[in-house]
């Protein structure tokens, strides 16, 4: 586990996020499906700090549903986190600019007006088909020219609903290969 215990993705792909979020457009907000015990999405909201950045979480494990049998993780999995948890990490940071939804993503915001904005960049780590689709479905029309999508776990056998689903989603955008089953999109000027 890397980040102070407090993530899953190793450093390359931590640093790659870093980076990603400090070049991504200026103009438009940050946010996280999948964080887990913040350890991501800590280092996302310093790097586009001040600008808000929204984590989304079940805080209570992987949802229920899976896509098919090759996906190795279970429903549950992830579970020893809490939203206290990452809301400690990220005020012991001091990090002022990041708001936290829990629940199975997007059901857990629908009716919260303020996450309904404009994106420069957008971190997905939800390991299953249903949950990276509608990850996508909803932030890739919200995303601002050069807005940049990254998604963790792309290509990794055990969750291949992950790729699937990006596969699907946009097959006319480029997908870009980062290290370590790490992708990433840039939503067009046009």
């Known amino acids: 586990m890397n980040e102070d215990q407090r993530s899953l993705i190793t450093a390359d792909r931590l640093k790659a996020l870093e980076y990603l979020a400090l070049i991504s457009p200026k103009e438009g907000l940050g946010a996280e ?43 549950g999995d992830f579970n020893d986190t809490s939203e206290k948890e990452v809301l400690d990490l990220l005020g ?12 199975i993503f997007p059901n857990s915001i629908i009716n919260v007006e303020r996450v309904w904005a404009k994106y ?4 997905i780590d939800v390991d299953f088909y249903q ?13 601002v020219p050069g807005g940049i999508v990254v998604l963790d776990d792309y290509g990794w056998p055990y969750c291949p609903g992950v790729q699937e ?16 089953y790490q992708v990433y999109l840039v939503k067009s000027e046009n």
């Open 165 to 180: 689903a990006l596969n699907e989603f946009t097959p006319s955008v480029p997908i870009y290969r980062l290290a370590n």
């Open 120 to 123: 420069a960049f957008v971190h």
């Open 92 to 103: 012991g940071a001091g990090l002022e600019n990041v708001m936290l939804f829990s629940g």
């Open 33 to 75: 499906v999948g964080v887990y015990r913040g350890g991501s999405l800590k280092i996302i909201a310093e790097a586009m700090n001040p600008r808000m950045v929204y984590g989304f979480d079940t805080f209570t494990g992987l949802p229920s549903s899976k896509w098919n049998t090759t996906e190795t993780h279970e429903p």
């Open 131 to 143: 949950s990276t689709k509608d990850a996508l479905a909803f932030f890739w029309p919200m995303m």
